[in-house]
């Protein structure tokens, strides 16, 4: 059984910096893709950033780009999202999600219908 659980989620202010973590278990994640999805009140879940397990290749929403990194470590299987000059619009619920379509680019992993496991989020909140 496949577990994703997020955490370092919080309350920062505009221009401040986050890290979010997703701790996987429940089997190899060798050739998985991993992503980040976020949602906020009232709108649809959407694309944050992705990552393939074996490569570590990742790849950004235009909106996020320059400012968060994705990141794995493989020896915690743990995938990781700095988030750096964090905006207001950036308030969202934020999930972390596995692939098992493996060994695809990192674009691969932009839709949410590809993932086949979802953790239950974390709550980043950025104020003015």
């Known amino acids: 059984q496949v577990q994703l659980v997020e955490s370092g989620g919080g309350l920062v202010q505009d221009g401040g910096s986050l890290r979010l973590s997703c701790a996987a278990s429940?089997?190899?994640?060798?050739?998985?893709?991993m992503g980040w999805f976020r949602q906020a009140p009232g709108k649809e879940r959407e694309f944050v950033a992705a990552?393939?397990?074996?490569?570590?290749?990742?790849y950004y929403a235009d909106s996020v780009k320059g400012r968060f990194t994705i990141s794995r470590d493989k020896s915690e299987n743990t995938v990781l999202l700095q988030m750096n000059s964090l905006k207001l619009e950036d308030t969202a619920r934020y999930y972390c999600?596995?692939?098992?379509?493996?060994?695809?680019?990192?674009?691969?992993?932009?839709?949410?219908?590809?993932?086949?496991?979802w953790g239950q989020g974390t709550q980043v909140t950025v104020s003015s």
């Open positions: 990552i393939t397990w074996n490569s570590g290749s990742g």
């Open positions: 999600a596995a692939s098992a379509t493996r060994y695809r680019g990192s674009s691969y992993y932009v839709k949410a219908d590809v993932y086949d496991f």
């Open positions: 429940g089997r190899t994640f060798s050739g998985y893709g």
